[in-house]
């Protein structure tokens, strides 16, 4: 049986920092997706038709674009720690199932609330002159694993990853740099190509917070 490790004192990498490296996160991203590519497109696929449902229907019962940013919010975050959930299940050598990708509703409230906290926030800062609201979205990067992983309360979670983040922002930021060129390239070809890339980019954001952070929970 696996017996989780136990991960790194938080407070420790505020305070000494770390190295980002973002080669190795995508080569074992892309290690990590080709174990298991089936499931992972399979439910790739499953959040894009979702989302793209999700969507419409919201655009039909409302035009605040607020509201339909909060709700999508709200529902992405536990659709999305599925991707993570798997991901550091197959780094750890684990067998999954496709069950595992649903966990993340396990933690529904708290994913959901971070959510539309972390919408409503980032929205405010692309209001005010872009950079902050650029400056937290990097900066949030692993709320949702500080969520699943340690248990964390939403504003407990976003004030921890902002902390982290900061410690090495600039290269976080190159790290999230390249993963929005992947998600462009991967919409490219009809959106079709997300089916891949989003679970390599999801992959290699919970590569980064194993290697930065150190998960802990055995999922």
Do not use: H
């Amino acid at each position: 049986m696996y017996v989780p490790p136990e991960g790194r004192d938080i407070e420790r990498v505020i305070r000494e920092g770390y190295s980002v490296k973002v080669g190795d996160y995508l080569s074992d991203s892309w290690a990590i997706f080709a174990r298991n590519a089936g499931a992972f497109v399979g439910y790739a696929f499953i959040v894009l038709v979702a989302g793209a449902g999700l969507n419409w229907a919201l655009e039909l019962l409302t035009k605040q674009q607020l509201v339909i940013n909060f709700i999508t919010a709200a529902i992405a975050a536990p659709l999305s720690a599925g991707f993570y959930i798997v991901a550091l299940k197959l780094k750890r050598g684990q067998p999954t199932q496709f069950a595992d990708f649903l966990r993340g509703f396990d933690d529904f409230v708290p994913l959901a609330l971070a959510g539309m906290i972390t919408s409503l926030l980032v929205s405010v800062g692309m209001i005010l002159l872009v950079l902050p609201g650029i400056y937290l979205l990097v900066a949030y990067m692993f709320t949702n694993l500080l969520i699943i992983d340690r248990g964390l309360e939403p504003w407990e979670a976003m004030e921890t990853s902002r902390k982290i983040v900061s410690k090495r922002w600039f290269s976080v930021f190159g790290f999230g740099l390249v993963l929005s060129l992947i998600f462009l390239v991967g919409a490219i070809p009809l959106g079709l190509g997300l089916l891949v890339a989003f679970p390599i980019i999801y992959s290699a954001i919970a590569v980064a917070y194993d290697d930065i952070v150190g998960s802990q929970r055995s999922f």
